[in-house]
Nanobody, 125 residues
């Protein structure tokens, strides 16, 4: 399993941008697909973005497609989530996740076996 630590969350205004980082350790980073999920108060955790081990395949739900970009730096064992045109309904705790069983990427929460502790993103209107 990987140890994942997120950073970069904060309070921003609607329309602003924010970049989240996820630093991984504990195993070979390129054995894992990476993903981001989020959970708003009172809501289920939902898929935000995912990326294959090589970075060549990406996955987004309709809610983030065109606004969010996931990327990774395999030399630095890091994954990123660039979020643009943020909206108040993007407010949530954002979690970084890693999947060893699906290295080519997945949108299914159950496929991810390592999770970070989360970072809060708050978007004010």
């Amino acid at each position: 399993q990987m140890v994942l630590v997120e950073s970069g969350g904060g309070l921003v205004q609607a329309g602003d941008s924010l970049r989240l980082s996820c630093t991984a350790s504990g195993d070979t980073f390129t054995n894992y697909a990476m993903g981001w999920f989020r959970q708003a108060p009172g809501e289920e955790r939902e898929f935000v973005a995912a990326l294959s081990w090589s970075g060549t395949s990406t996955y987004y739900p309709d809610s983030t497609k065109g606004r969010f970009t996931i990327s990774r730096d395999n030399a630095r064992n890091r994954a990123y989530l660039e979020m643009n045109r943020l909206r108040p309904d993007d407010t949530a705790i954002y979690y970084c996740a890693a999947s060893k069983g699906t290295p080519y990427g997945s949108s299914r929460e159950a496929d991810f076996d390592s999770w970070g502790q989360g970072t809060q993103v708050t978007v004010s209107s």
